[in-house]
């Protein structure tokens, strides 16, 4: 059976998956004083955290339109799944479904599911690695979408920010404590809920502090590491996922780990210098 997994541009493609028509990235565009950026292959991340760092107003997202979805859905693939960012947090799930039902409309006998990931970034990525695993293993198409659905409910994503101005700027914190916060150098340890919102469940002082005590959340959660993949995106701080990395090996010897840095809308959520684990 051929198959196919489009990914809202939030998550990011790895470097094996580009130029394979197996895989798709949708871009979302992002606004940053009414600039306009396209997250795709032409993003720059320099220039789009310059404009953040500029800009006194929080970066607005767009997410793909449901024709865009339909056109991609629209393959000669036996298996079609869509995987997009937590419906918490954008519109690109419900796009999607729409775009699905477009598709289904014209061909009926299509089997599509899209995938509310209820994460974000590298947690998409380890949804479509574990989509590619299942259909390599050559397992129907509803058991791979109930094997995959199972995976995303044991799935937490994780992160730790060095500025808190994105969490302030789009409602998440308030003023005064994100001034507080800054004031004091305390960095909040972040979680994703069972929904795919996001909750604070630590905080230290320090980003390194900070890192080590979502190192120790993540060792005391995880169910068999050593079964799992161990997936971490960071925004321009390759240092910072190295000893994340690090720490996070000798806790919990996973079967693999990957390192990316973020695209656009990943960006956009973790500013500059923020880290996400996912396992």
Request: glycine share 6%; net charge negative; hydrophobic share 35%.
């Amino acid at each position: 059976m051929s198959y196919k997994i489009v990914i809202d541009s939030c998550g990011e493609l790895l470097e094996e998956w580009k130029g394979k028509p197996q895989f798709e990235s949708i871009p979302l565009t992002l606004y940053v004083d009414g600039y306009e950026i396209v997250d795709d292959e032409t993003f720059d991340q320099a220039d789009f955290l310059r404009r953040v760092a500029q800009s006194d107003t929080y970066p607005k997202s767009a997410c793909p339109s449901p024709q865009s979805y339909r056109d991609s859905f629209d393959s000669d693939a036996d298996h079609i799944y869509g995987i997009t960012l937590s419906a918490e947090l954008s519109g690109s799930y419900n796009s999607a479904m729409t775009g699905r039902q477009m598709a289904l409309e014209d061909h009926p006998e299509k089997q599509i599911h899209v995938f509310n990931s209820r994460s974000a970034s590298i947690g998409q990525t380890l949804i479509g690695l574990k989509i590619q695993e299942c259909e390599e293993k050559g397992l129907p198409f509803e058991e791979i979408v109930s094997t995959v659905e199972a995976y995303i409910d044991s799935q937490i994503t994780y992160f730790v920010l060095e500025s808190l101005e994105a969490l302030r700027k789009n409602g998440r914190l308030s003023r005064v404590k994100a001034f507080v916060a800054t004031a004091l150098k305390i960095k909040p340890v972040m979680q994703s809920t069972p929904e795919g919102n996001i909750c604070q469940i630590d905080q230290a002082r320090g980003i390194n502090r900070a890192l080590e005590r979502m190192a120790e959340h993540i060792a005391k959660n995880t169910v068999n590491p050593q079964n799992r993949i161990l997936a971490i995106s960071h925004c321009n701080c390759p240092q910072r996922a190295e000893m994340v990395s690090q720490m996070l090996n000798e806790k919990l010897h996973p079967v693999r780990t990957i390192v990316v840095d973020t695209a656009g809308v990943s960006s956009l959520y973790a500013s500059d210098g923020g880290i996400i684990v996912v396992i």
